[in-house]
């Protein structure tokens, strides 16, 4: 009995439960409300309403103004009632989650067809095209024939006239335009028509007006899908333009026409395709001036052209411009374009530009430009640029740049750059740069903010790294000034020393490489290899001096350490007279090991002290 009891009341809570939340989710325009206003803003009185019943208003700015004067007395009256008393009638109201969304009631679709059936070879469809909010003709919006390739746009008037062939059994024309929702219509064949076609707008934030409840931010995008009978829906949404689409590109902009550019931006969302095509340019095309939404197999550009992609082999006498993907092989006197990803194998006289990814060989007389990935190798004459990240090689004349990490190779006559991390090798001329190194950098000046690798030039800086000022005496010199920048596993010193009594002067200055190996926490084993070039009074003769210097280091301090160990040196020498008040090389009182007339060598020493 107990447990019934306790079953029973759970059911009963779970009701209670239920009941409340439907009662809190009530519909948004049934809820009744209170109000008195009297000659008041209408967003001002919108913002009261949402506050109330903490809910939010969207609309569009060019159908509503704001700024009217409404008045109001009502009570208890559901909110879609007060709505139709300020707004008056052409106004319909939709729900979409915690909105109210108010828009005009939409405009009819009016079809109008002559009686007479045409006995032409052709018919001819003309006609407005309008927006279903505010009635106003839209210039600039594309209808086409998606089987026959058959393509008009609307004027400034919104007027357009389209011819068809009598033939065919049927015809349905599309419509689309940026920023509306494309949309259908089903002709009678063989009839001259006359047609007005009503497009839905999607919305810009430009337009769109969000009030809510106090302290409330509209958000960087909305999208209200408001579900209609007809099991389709009405769809309210914020619209971003894509700021990488091909048609802004510069090349686009030289080679094709306004015209052209306006269609393939009103037709983003329809494609087809074609076994192959000819252009001489990209008006001029056997598919016609819907070739910028087909893709082929096959495409021979005399001078150039502009297709929907290419899924097979693309050759162009100047440039190729493809807006979607390209696939497998595309070649170009001049100029490549692509704005989706690319697979296989790019060649162009001067650049490829590509926007989304890469995968396969690009080569380019002058510059390669990957927005996004790229996986594979690229070859240029100037300049390699990856937007995003590498796996493969970048080799060119002057400069390689990856934007985030690399995991391959980069080689460049002047510089290379991987914002972020290499993994891998970078090799120039001049300089490399890298965040974080796990790899080897090969140039004379090499820069890393830290490193698990190996830089190997004349400067290498390693902004966390390893950084000493070693201050030192040796045999040879008996003040030393040593710069060591890397890090522990491997290590650049720029050094130079001077033996200071006056009639024994001795000039060195030279680069080397060395190593820390940890042995503990205060002691240390550091090998270093120098090279240096001793200057005993005169340039007429080479001089120079290869040293390995093993030593002990201790550390006293985090910024301070002492070390003293043996040394190794090897000194090569064509000069056969003493200068005055120079210092004699090999220094005297050390057993030296003769090589052969001009080279020496000789067990020494070293001790100083590293700071920092």
Known sequence: ????????????????????????????????????????????VLEIISNKENFYFSYNSRIINKDTLVSANVSNRPIGEVLKQLLGDGFEFKESGN???LRKAPLKLRVVTSAAETENKFYYISGHVVDDQTGEKIEGASLYEKDRLIIVNTNSNGFFRMRLKSRYKKATISVSKEFYKDTSVVLTPRFNQTVIVTLVPLLTKEHTVIIGPDGYKAPESIDLEVPMNDSTSWLYRYVKADSQLVDKKTLTRWFVSSGQRLQSINLRNFFTARPWQVSLLPRLSTNGRLNSQVINNFSLNVLGGYSGGTRGFEIGGLFNIDKKDMGYVQVAGLSNLVGGNVTGVQVSGLNNTNLMNFVGVGAAGIVNYQHKNLTGIQLAGV????????KGIQVAGVANFTNRTIKGMQIAGVANISSRQTTGMQISGLFNYTRKLKGVQIGLINVSDTSEGYSIGLINIVAKGYHKLSISTNEVTDLNVAFKTGNRKFYSILLAGYNTPVEQQLFSFGYGLGSEIQMGKKFSLNVDLTGQYLYRGTWDYSNVLSRVNPALTFRITKFLSVYAGPSYSVYVSDQDRQIPGYKSTPPGGYSTHKFSDQVTGWIGWSAGVNIF
């Open 1 to 44: 009995m107990k447990r019934q009891k306790k079953i029973s009341q759970a059911i009963l809570l779970i009701i209670l439960l239920s009941s409340s939340i439907t009662g809190y989710s009530q519909m948004l325009l049934s809820r009744n409300i209170t109000i008195t206003i009297s000659n008041q803003k209408l967003d001002d």
């Open 99 to 101: 909105y109210i969304i």
């Open 383 to 390: 300049y390699n640029h990856v937007g995003e990240h590498t």
